[in-house]
């Protein structure tokens, strides 16, 4: 596989506070990941040093074969290194056609082509084919802000996609959806980014989640990795169990299983 990022002895830190210390992580091209910790474990500050919302203090962000420290990050999203937010990044009073509308214009247009018009019958065409990727469609001329929260998540990572991403770094995508929705957005998200053959990383705390849509692990604690390994071992892990998931549930289940013996 192709190595899609590199991130060595990466380190942050806030004059005497450590918010990330020695981070060493390798991503292969297609590889979904799921990063897990509990909040404060440096998760977002990793996700941020990455896309270039936060200098990292030293350490090396090599992205396809190119140093990314100190580019901005609209530099970043361009080279096809993109993220999401746990709130969507949305125009709330523009329908949602217009908001992909806008991305895609902003994303293929520069310099004196940002005078050409927006709307135009190719680019509407394009846009309604990434409505239909992301089974947003039947809302297509519906307000943002009257959206349900599990489709404007799906807008904004379809905002997100237009570039057509070689990475994609998502923050708690499930964040704020219902558990009836869960499972169904995240086969919408998951097979739309199979498509378009998107290597993803996601931040989440819903174990079902990342059990079912993972197949590597990274585990954060007070700003290292405790963990990097595939989805069972992982959840098997003793720092992860007792840092993340928490002993509690597992002495539970333990004790649950003694007694059924």
């Not at 927006?118 to 943002?144: C, F, G, N, P, S």
């Not at 086969?187 to 990383?201: C, G, S």
């Amino acid at each position: 596989m192709t190595n899609v990022l590199q991130v060595t002895d990466l380190h942050k830190s806030f004059g005497g506070v450590v918010a990330a210390d020695n981070i060493n992580i390798s991503v292969d091209e297609q590889e979904i990941i799921g990063i897990i910790g509990a909040n404060g474990a440096g998760k977002t500050t990793f996700v941020n040093m990455v896309t270039g919302y936060m200098p990292p203090t030293s350490g090396a962000i090599v992205f396809k074969g190119q140093s990314i420290i100190g580019l901005q990050p609209r530099d970043i999203t361009k080279l096809g290194l993109t993220r999401t937010f746990q709130i969507p990044q949305v125009f709330l009073s523009e329908s949602v056609f217009d908001n992909l509308t806008l991305a895609y214009g902003i994303a293929e247009q520069s310099g004196i082509d940002l005078f050409k018009p927006l709307h135009t019958e190719k680019r509407a065409a394009t846009v309604d084919a990434h409505l239909e990727r992301y089974q947003i469609k039947e809302y297509r001329d519906m307000a943002a802000s009257a959206l349900p929260q599990g489709v404007r998540k799906l807008l904004d990572i379809a905002m997100a996609t237009v570039r057509r991403p070689s990475l994609l770094m998502l923050d708690e995508p499930t964040s704020g959806i219902s558990v009836e929705e869960k499972f169904n957005i995240m086969d919408i998200i998951m097979n739309a980014l199979k498509v378009e053959n998107t290597t993803v990383l996601f931040i989440e705390h819903d174990m079902e989640i990342v059990e079912r849509y993972v197949s590597r692990v990274i585990a954060f604690y007070q700003g290292e990795v405790i963990c990097d390994a595939d989805t069972a071992t992982a959840m098997q892990n003793p720092k992860v169990r007792e840092f993340v998931l928490g002993q509690d549930k597992y002495n539970a289940e333990a004790s649950g299983n003694n007694g059924h013996a």
